[in-house]
C-alpha cells in the first residue's frame, strides 16, 4: 500500500471521527434545550430557545448525512455532556458551549477540501455564533 493513500485514509479517518463527535454535541444541545424550553421564565425566550433547538435538529441531520455519506454507515449519537437542571445554570452552560463548538466547527472546516462539508460546518459555526448571543442576552436580563 502506498503512503499517500495511507496518509489519505488517516486524514478521512480522523474527519469522521471529528464528525461524529459534533454529531453527539448537537445530539445533547437537542435534548438539553428542550429541557430549557420548559424552564424558560417568558414565552419570547421559550421561543427562541425552540428556534435555536430547530437549527440544531437542522446541524444534526446535516452532519449525519455527511457522515454516513464519508464513513458508509450510520453514527449512533451518545450523549457525553449533562446539560444543567437550574435555568440559569443551564443558559451559562450554553453560551459557553456554544463558544466553544463555534472554534470546533471552524477547525472542522479548515481541515477538509471538501466544499460542502467545509460549507456545512462554517454555516453551522454562524448558527451557533448566533446562539451564543442569544444565551448571553437571557444571562444578562435574568432577573
Ligand atoms: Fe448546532
Ligand atoms: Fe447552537
Redesign the pocket.
Known sequence: MNHYYDLYQQRAKELAAQIAK?ID??YA?IHCYKKLETLAPTKRERQIISE?RK??I???NVFSSIYTQLTGHKHSAVITETCPNNYHSGIDFAFHD?QE?VDF?LTIADSTSNDFIKESFKR?AM??QN?AVWFLYFLKTQR
Open positions: 459534533a454535541g448537537e444541545a435555536i437549527d440544531e437542522n446541524h444534526y456554544e463548538t466547527y453551522a448558527d451557533e446562539h
